[in-house]
């Protein structure tokens, strides 16, 4: 038989699934695991969008739907932006998740051989997608000079003649950082002068802290916007995002999904509808405040501990943290932290090259009495 295609190779698989796992096993056995390594809401979806899904069910609404989705939930997207720079609904997709939308952008815009700028630290499935499409990933380190993220200048310096595009996450995923609003502007116009594409992940938006983050719409409709109904929307297994493009563009994206994937899921669909609605808004805005109540009690509790985290985070619901104090192997310490703690946590080695065996992330979706727990057998694992 013939081997698997060499782009395989270059694909990892989530190490945090084998903590996750090994985190099941030992809860089959009894133990008590404070998880602190999933990147999900641990909220169940809010109780508007589960009656609407039933009710579409109910109404047999169980047929395809156009391939960019229902002209309704696209409307209701557009109307989610500011009327100073909303989108017309025709240039938005609905796809299978945020990975779906991804999918979409890659498979429009890589050729063999081109370049993709992504910041390091940061999520793995970036890379991948573009791997999938034959392009190559062009990790940049960043640190806590540049908030963890992308500079106009550090991607002027990393550009080169195969250079296709350059993909942002604003809030991010390990670190939870925002790209500050002004350097947003300088990104885009760089990337304009430059000739390339630029796509920004904003999945996180609406999960933020003290501040607003701004969409990168803001400042062009030239670019593509990522987002998903998964973490501020609490809909992870809905598996339901979309997209943002270009106006010229649209045409090859739906094309593209008619292809891959025909559309996405139409119960789901419906359900999102009711996202929008007042009082499923009420209700996310609470949850907001919440996670905002566990960030502000687990940053400072971790660097009491001795953890370095340079940076406050301003959205999501992670905390990157150097455990250099501790290890110079994140992912040792990480297993050992589980068997003999009781802590779930995810080593750096997921999200890049950039000094991962330094690092760790710490994830709040989890209620405070359970961190207050996980807090306490760190604590005394560190001591013992």
Not at 49 to 76: F, K, S, W
Not at 78 to 102: E, M, Q
Not at 247 to 264: H, V
Not at 274 to 279: G, R, T, V, W
Request: charged content about 20%; hydrophobic content about 45%; some cysteine.
């Amino acid at each position: 038989m013939k081997p698997f295609a060499s782009r395989l190779a270059g694909i990892e698989p989530f190490h945090v699934m084998d903590i996750l796992a090994q985190a099941r096993v030992l809860e089959a056995q009894g133990r008590s695991v404070i998880h602190m390594e999933i990147g999900e809401p641990d909220f169940p979806s809010a109780e508007g969008i589960v009656a609407a899904g039933i009710e579409a069910l109910r109404r047999g609404c169980t047929h395809y739907t156009p391939a960019l989705g229902l002209p309704e939930l696209r409307a209701a997207i557009a109307n989610s932006y500011p009327a100073a720079f909303r989108p017309d609904p025709a240039r938005i997709a609905v796809t299978p998740g945020a990975s779906g939308a991804l999918a979409l952008v890659f498979a429009a815009l890589v050729d063999p051989g081109d370049r993709v700028l992504l910041a390091d630290p940061g999520y793995p499935c970036n890379r991948h997608f573009v791997r999938l499409f034959e392009g190559e990933a062009v990790s940049v380190p960043v640190d806590a000079a540049t908030g963890y993220q992308l500079t106009a200048e550090l991607i002027r310096r990393h550009w080169t003649a195969r250079t296709r595009a350059v993909l942002l996450a604003s809030p991010s995923n390990p670190t939870g950082t925002i790209v500050p609003d002004a350097e947003m502007g300088r990104i885009v116009h760089t990337v304009a002068e430059l000739g390339g594409a630029l796509i920004v992940d904003e999945i996180y938006h609406g999960l933020t802290y003290g501040v607003e983050a701004a969409s990168a719409l803001a400042h062009s409709p030239e670019l593509f916007v990522v987002n998903s109904f998964s973490k501020y929307y609490g809909m992870t297994g809905w598996r339901l995002g979309w997209l943002v493009a270009p106006r010229a563009r649209i045409g090859a994206i739906d094309k593209l999904a008619q292809n891959m994937f025909l559309a996405a899921s139409t119960p789901a669909q419906y359900a999102a509808l009711a996202a929008f609605e007042p009082d499923v808004q009420r209700e996310l805005r609470r949850r907001r405040d919440i996670f905002q109540e566990r960030r502000d009690f687990l940053l400072p509790e971790l660097r009491r501990l001795g953890f370095e985290i340079p940076v406050t985070p301003q959205g999501a619901f992670y905390l990157y943290a150097d455990c250099s104090r501790f290890t110079r192997d994140s992912e040792a310490f990480a297993r050992e932290l589980l068997e003999r703690a009781g802590v779930a946590i995810t080593p750096g080695l997921d999200f890049g090259a950039n000094r991962p065996e330094r690092h760790v992330r710490f994830s709040y979706a989890n209620t405070v009495d359970n961190l207050r727990e996980g807090v306490r057998r760190l604590e005394k694992y560190l001591g013992s």
